[in-house]
C-alpha cells in the first residue's frame, strides 16, 4: 500500500504480470480493491484467454551477426 499526495494506492500486478496502481480516499477502499483484483488475478483460466505478453524490447544480436569496424587513426595536428 502506497500513500502520496492524500490519497492510498492499491497496487496489483494482473495475470500476465503488469503492474497497476489506482489511487482512493481511504485505506479501506485501496486495501478492498487490491484484494479483490489480486484475487481475480490468480483465477484459474483457460490456456488460451490471453495472448502471451511480448517483450519490452527487441532481442540483441549475436556478435557473429554484428557489423564489425576497424579503428582509423585520426591524423596528427602539426604544430609549429
Do not use: C, I
Not at 484484494?35 to 490471453?50: G, T, W, Y
Amino acid at each position: 500500500m502506497l500513500k502520496r499526495y492524500g490519497s492510498y494506492f492499491a497496487d496489483w500486478r494482473d495475470a500476465t504480470g503488469l503492474r497497476h496502481r489506482k489511487a482512493f480516499p481511504t485505506l479501506q477502499e485501496a486495501v478492498d480493491y487490491t484484494e479483490q483484483m489480486r484475487a481475480e488475478a490468480h483465477q484459474p483460466e483457460s490456456p488460451n484467454s490471453h495472448p502471451p505478453r511480448l517483450p519490452l524490447r527487441k532481442p540483441r544480436r549475436s556478435t557473429s551477426a554484428r557489423k564489425r569496424t576497424t579503428r582509423t587513426r585520426k591524423p596528427r595536428s602539426r604544430r609549429s
